[in-house]
């Protein structure tokens, strides 16, 4: 439950309706049945605060309620901090690991699994053979970077991972009811996050990544020797990676809009109501299909990475 401090007026400026907005705040906060500590002397005054949102009229065309100026940044008594705090460093640490990974250039690929990391692995350095070579790369560039940009760009526009970096990193808002430290706010109207506008290509290239990805599931159905049949822990580890992968697309938002958006009449497409139908219920849980599938393209990696120097054996299921 979020919980809100009362702060003390000392001054105030009554709108025309006999209701100034500091008041109409407090009776809201004693509506809500909330505890209530007071905190002496933080308001000054009702002037308008010079960022942030813009207090809506009373839609009668008078003056719209002027917003009361509070000098602490929020009133929030609850742990706000903590949901930021813990998104910076599960952020902080999948980006250090897969920079990591990217950069060593080795122990992505153990007879019959290949890290999702370096799939699609497509220069003649690469190694295995889950993927036609299509060209010779310098070594020293890590077949890993050629192929990054796609789900790298996947992920940086994605409408929920947007929320929580701007929330986590830039601060713009932290939480809810908790000032943001910027003085403007000009949205993604400018350069450079105009280009977040971009994600609905993104999730197509995404798309092609899934199909590779369940192939290399597919083809981990098989032994050391290339025999088919045969299954492992890496394989339901491959498989599981994938299927979160195809969550996660199939929940975005682009996905939505691709499958229901611009009909007038659903009841004209059948199909399409049917498909929007379920994608929006994946929708709704568009935040845990990201950071499981997340989650599940690190650990495919590390276990791959585990197989291939020979920390662990594959355990054969058969
Ligand atoms: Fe998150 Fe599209 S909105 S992947």
Not at 22 to 48: C, F, K, M, N, Y
């Amino acid at each position: 439950m979020v919980r809100f401090a009362t702060p003390r007026v000392s001054g105030v400026t009554r709108g025309a309706g006999g209701t100034d907005g500091v008041e109409a705040w407090r009776s809201g906060d004693s509506h809500g049945g909330l505890p209530q500590t007071e905190l002496h002397g933080i308001v000054t005054a009702t002037a308008p605060r010079r960022t942030g949102a813009v207090t809506p009229g009373r839609g009668d065309g008078g003056p719209a309620p002027r917003r009361a100026a509070i000098a602490v940044r929020t009133l929030r008594q609850d742990r706000w901090w903590l949901q930021p705090l813990l998104t910076v460093l599960a952020l902080v640490a999948f980006i250090i690991y897969s920079t990591f990974r990217a950069f060593q250039n080795a122990y992505y690929f153990a007879e019959p699994y290949i890290s999702p990391f370096f799939s699609p692995c497509i220069t003649t350095a690469c190694e295995g053979d889950t993927f036609p070579k299509l060209f010779t790369g310098p070594s020293w560039i890590s077949p890993a970077l050629y192929i990054l940009v796609f789900p790298l760009g996947f992920r940086l526009t994605c409408y929920y991972y947007r929320k929580a970096y701007y929330r986590s990193f830039w601060l713009s808002p932290p939480a809810c009811a908790v000032a943001e430290p910027h003085n403007r706010y000009t949205g993604e109207t400018r350069f450079p996050l105009i280009f977040q506008n971009v994600h609905r290509y993104f999730f197509y290239a995404g798309l092609v990544f899934n199909v590779i990805l369940t192939y290399d599931a597919v083809v981990s159905f098989r032994d050391e020797t290339g025999a088919w049949g045969h299954m492992g822990l890496g394989t339901l580890v491959l498989l599981a990676n994938a299927g979160l992968l195809w969550l996660y697309s199939l929940s975005c938002h682009s996905c939505r809009h691709i499958v229901g958006g611009r009909l007038n009449h659903f009841s004209r497409h059948p199909l399409r109501y049917r498909f929007w139908t379920v994608v929006s219920r994946l929708n709704a849980n568009h935040m845990k299909f990201a950071w499981a599938s997340l989650f599940s393209v690190a650990f495919a990696d590390f276990y791959v990475f585990m197989v291939a120097t020979d920390t662990i054996s594959d355990l054969r299921f058969f």
